[in-house]
């Protein structure tokens, strides 16, 4: 497999921010959470919760309150981004969705561009609602299709199938100019012919982007019950291996080249929400479960969460306009810690000048050489990034180089 180029950080050229502005080296988006959705899939570890009825109006009015509270928590500033997550956004109503959008303009402001993302699984009711979001203020669309095999995204617990999943991109790539969707790979009997197949059949439909996940069993899923019984046989770690280093290859073949571990775009078509997390910046978490980094006017950086359980989360903002059960400051050195784990997912890797001035010490220099010298990271006028070879055991790799830290 040959060697990636590490790209460069072209959109924001000169020093890094220090201090109380670091946030701005990567910008300010929103994240509005949508805890509902119709059925739960069984490898799914995330915040969603099956009800058969939703107070919609509620709803609304509950979003746009703790949108409002977390405006007092972040000052005046301008928003990149807008991200619609799940569960399963594409159940929201139009109007819900609109209105939250006004109201994020009304309470920060939208960057001129901003890239305003909402998810949205591929059945047909759902994809008839996409005119509608476009015409509410959302410009990208990503599309949880998880396979192009029927009897897959059946033991996937998807409600689609690949006949709905086709007919939706169609519609999505008539109304929206971005639209990405989601794969997983390495699932239960897969082989990597398979996988090989089943990828050229996405790159033929991808428009710009494409999420690439190997399957994960997490604890808390059903899939993890079945694994732990001995009753979900999944490929040999070898051939997992071997599908991730196959995808790379052919993505970056068809001008789809990996920017971070799972995601891969055409140059300028990267997930800019996305980035806004792996290149640490702030985020505002709206939502039952949703988290946020938010650099308060004080300077100082917290980590905030709130509610998980819907009900809880809904009767919390009907009193005090929020949900926020945490909020934590961030101390330096974690903030630091924080930003190489999620930098070094990136193949632009992190700013070495930017992790000192975060940590108030540099970086191991020991550890990086050692890792440059076994051809896992790669520095390069001032920037470490995480090779192919590094990308493939990058947990090991943060472990090496951050033990000491």
């Known amino acids: 497999m040959g060697e990636a180029p590490i790209l460069r950080t072209r959109d924001r050229p000169g020093a890094a921010r220090t201090g109380r502005n670091d946030w701005q080296n990567a910008g300010f988006g929103v994240y509005v959470h949508w805890p509902f959705c119709l059925a739960k899939c069984p490898y799914c570890d995330f915040n969603s919760h099956v009800s058969r009825t939703v107070d919609q109006e509620a709803w609304r009015t509950a979003l746009v309150a703790e949108a409002g ?7 005046p500033r301008v928003a990149d981004t807008v991200f619609f997550g799940g569960g399963t956004p594409s159940l929201m109503p139009p109007a819900t969705v609109a209105a939250i959008i006004e109201e994020i303009d009304r309470l920060w402001g939208l960057a001129p561009g901003a890239e305003i993302t909402l998810e949205a699984n591929p059945t047909s009711v759902e994809a008839a609602k996409f005119r509608d979001y476009a015409a509410a203020g959302v410009n990208r669309v990503s599309m949880g299709v998880q396979a192009l095999n029927d009897a897959d995204l ?7 199938s690949v006949a709905e999943a ?3 991109f169609d519609i999505a790539r008539s109304v929206f100019d971005r639209v990405s969707f989601d794969l997983i790979y390495a699932r239960m009997g897969q082989s990597l012919a398979a996988w090989e197949a089943e990828l050229n059949q996405a790159l033929a439909l991808a428009v710009d982007h494409l999420s690439l996940y190997q399957l994960t069993i997490e604890p808390g899923t059903r899939f993890f019950d079945l694994h732990r019984s001995n009753k979900l046989a999944l490929p040999e ?12 290859d052919i993505t970056a073949s068809a001008g789809l080249p990996a920017y971070e571990v799972s995601n891969h775009a055409r140059p300028g078509a990267e997930s800019r929400h996305n980035l806004i997390y792996w290149r640490y910046g702030d985020y505002a978490g709206i939502g039952p479960g949703a988290h946020g980094r938010i650099t308060g006017q004080d300077g100082v950086r917290h980590a905030t969460e709130t509610l998980r359980d819907p009900k809880d989360w809904l009767a919390a903002v009907g009193a005090e306009e929020h949900a926020i059960c945490r909020t934590d400051a961030i101390p ?31 970086m191991n220099v020991i550890a990086i050489d050692r890792l440059c ?27 090496d180089l951050l033990t000491d830290v």
Do not use: F, W
């Open 237 to 248: 770690d070898c051939i997992a291996a071997d599908m991730y280093a196959l995808t790379q």
């Open 373 to 399: 010298d076994s051809g896992h990271l790669n520095l390069e006028d001032g920037r470490l990034g995480a090779t192919c070879l590094g990308m493939v055991v990058l947990n090991a790799v943060l472990s």
């Open 332 to 362: 330096p050195r974690d903030q630091a810690l924080e930003y190489a784990m999620m930098g070094l997912r990136l193949r632009e890797g992190i700013d070495l000048e930017r992790y000192s001035a975060l940590a108030g010490d540099p």
């Open 69 to 75: 509270h977390m405006r007092l928590q972040t000052g």
């Open 166 to 168: 086709r007919a939706a």
């Open 154 to 160: 059946k033991a996937l617990g998807r409600m689609h």
